[in-house]
């Protein structure tokens, strides 16, 4: 019944947000449209200002894509999960998130399409309207929700079962946050002599086997069970108690103590697993990020192929060997795959190197000498320039690397890693990441591989594209390259 009713608010809101989306797409047109001085914008050469507007009618083929390509947006960047836990800050950073991301995706179909007779100031227009417009109603719900939940309205009863730390914890949390609208009815613990005492401003109305009753004499919305891992075995005629009378049941998943990891409920072929995940990000993030790496390594090969063909000759005649230098690397979780790079060492470089390992810059499994005699003069210049990394799109394209990512290290590098070190290897590896704006090979090991854990932690598509945005001007200046 509960995810019934949460399915039926998530369906009006998108309804909703609909509607909002094409009163904002409307407003726009006629705004455009009869405020003349709009006109002075437009001095954009490509498109030249008609006498004559476009008709509505050709604009509505716009409106029905930008509508669903709008709640697409939303629902995509979180928007339709419960408010109630959530505070305001949170729901409009989604929507401008929905609305940058809806920027990309239109202009994209503009490309494609060849849709030239929407007007750039129209789209400015829409694009700020609609944005206001949807965190004006955002605003509008949450406040007005709130407001009823103050007034005693729209609260939901839990049962807490447990009095240790953890459910001292979990009380304290929802009492510090009455805009979630969640009333504690009462504690449950499994000593009678707890029963009737108070315990952080709760009393104790029960022990496990009196669950049954109380949901029968109170109303009680759900469950939540915050205990210790050695009451699970106790719990389990409790939570069939509440599945047979239909009250809904929470299981605290923080049962162990953990430092990185996040834990969420999983389900494989209807056998439930609680799991616990260092790497985080829902599937449509990590398919958009791969969707833009394949387009974007298929495109830089194309646009690049005659400086991928010159560098070749060049790297053939300046010196012998072979024009790509291939190396074993780890990918995400340690698979081992062959890395493309222009090679910019004389062709006998790897048995020279243990002549040069007293000589490293580097701490911790690295190599690194700024002056390092097996680079040809050529790959010198090929280095600062990061032009020798091209060849790696190869291995985006392939699906072995990201664009942005933790760089793929040596599997005698992993060798010597301390465990905590090897958490850099449960992301995809990638051409960027913060290690290259953030100075390179300046820069210890140990802080290169605490940015790698930094941006793993904190992952997500904003982030990349501003690690992206960071790294045209690294590149170019060569900052740090050697």
């Known amino acids: 019944m509960l995810k019934e009713k949460e399915k039926l608010v998530r369906h009006g809101m998108m309804l909703l947000d609909g509607a909002v989306v094409a009163l904002a797409f409307i407003s726009a ?85 060849k849709i030239q007779f929407v007007s750039r100031v129209f789209f400015i227009i829409f694009m700020v309207l609609c944005t206001g417009l949807l965190i004006l109603e955002k605003w509008t719900l949450v406040s007005a929700s709130r407001y009823l939940r103050k007034k005693g309205y729209n609260f939901r009863s839990i049962l807490v079962v ?151 000759i060049l790297v053939k005649i300046t010196s012998r060997g072979p024009v790509l230098f291939k190396q074993k690397r780890l990918g995400v979780n340690g698979r081992i795959f062959t890395l493309f790079k222009f090679r910019t060492m004389y062709s006998d470089a790897e048995k020279e190197l243990s002549k040069l390992e007293h000589l490293n810059e580097m701490d911790g499994p690295v190599f690194k000498i700024k002056s390092d005699p097996r680079i040809t003069p050529l790959g010198k210049f090929l280095r600062r320039s990061s032009i020798d990394e091209l060849p790696q799109l190869f291995n985006v394209l392939l699906g072995q690397m990201s664009i942005v990512g933790p760089r793929p290290p040596l599997p005698s590098e992993v060798n010597r890693y301390e465990h905590w070190q090897a958490r850099r290897l449960s992301l995809r590896p990638g051409l960027t990441c913060l290690w290259q704006v953030n100075g390179r090979n300046k820069i210890s090991f140990e802080q290169w591989v605490e940015l790698d854990l930094k941006y793993i932690d904190n992952w997500s598509l904003w982030l990349d594209f501003k690690i992206l945005m960071k790294t045209i001007p690294v590149v170019m200046l060569g900052v740090g390259a050697s």
């Open 29 to 113: 047109y006629f705004l455009r449209l009869h405020f003349r001085a709009f006109y002075k914008l437009d001095l954009i050469p490509s498109i030249k200002v008609m006498s004559s507007p476009v008709s509505f009618q050709l604009y509505l083929i716009v409106l029905i894509v930008c509508v669903p390509l709008w709640v697409l947006m939303l629902s995509f960047n979180g928007l339709y999960r419960p408010f109630r836990t959530r505070n305001f800050l949170e729901i409009t950073w989604e929507i401008i998130k929905a609305a940058f991301f809806s920027i990309l995706a239109f202009g994209s179909l503009a490309f494609v399409f």
């Open 162 to 312: 447990g009095t240790g730390p953890r459910a001292k914890r979990f009380v304290r949390m929802v009492q510090g946050h009455g805009e979630w609208g969640l009333r504690i009815t009462g504690l449950i613990d499994d000593e009678p002599d707890k029963v009737g005492k108070d315990f952080f401003g709760i009393k104790v109305i029960g022990v496990l086997a009196n669950v049954p009753k109380i949901l029968r004499e109170n109303v009680i919305d759900e469950v939540v069970f915050v205990v210790p891992r050695m009451w699970l075995d106790r719990i389990q005629e409790t939570i069939a108690a509440c599945e047979t009378q239909g009250v809904r049941t929470s299981v605290a998943a923080d049962l162990f103590e953990l430092k990185v990891a996040r834990a969420q409920q999983t389900d494989l072929n209807g056998f439930p697993l609680l799991s616990f995940e260092t790497t985080f990000g829902q599937e449509w993030q990590l398919l958009a990020k791969r969707t833009f790496d394949l387009f974007s390594s298929f495109m830089g090969l194309l646009f690049l192929s005659p400086l991928l063909v010159l560098t070749g």
